[in-house]
């Protein structure tokens, strides 16, 4: 299990439906995930930042 920041690339991303000329960070944005860029660009997630599936777990879709 990861539980560190983790460099996201474009490749990594790909199956979430990548436009023409979309950056990692604009997908990251449309699935309002938080992340960092590095002085060198590189997109950074931490899976500390992320949704917790569990807490919706037993919710009807209503719930959210």
Known sequence: MVSSPQVVTLDMVTMLGVGANE?????LDGF???Y??????????????????????GQGTDCL
């Not at 950056?23 to 997908?27: F, L, M």
């Not at 590095?38 to 599936?53: A, H, I, M, Y």
């Open 23 to 27: 950056t990692v960070a604009d997908v």
């Open 32 to 34: 309002e995930v938080a």
């Open 36 to 57: 960092e860029v590095d002085e060198t660009g590189l997109v950074w997630v931490d899976p500390d930042d992320l949704s917790v599936p569990g807490s919706v777990y």
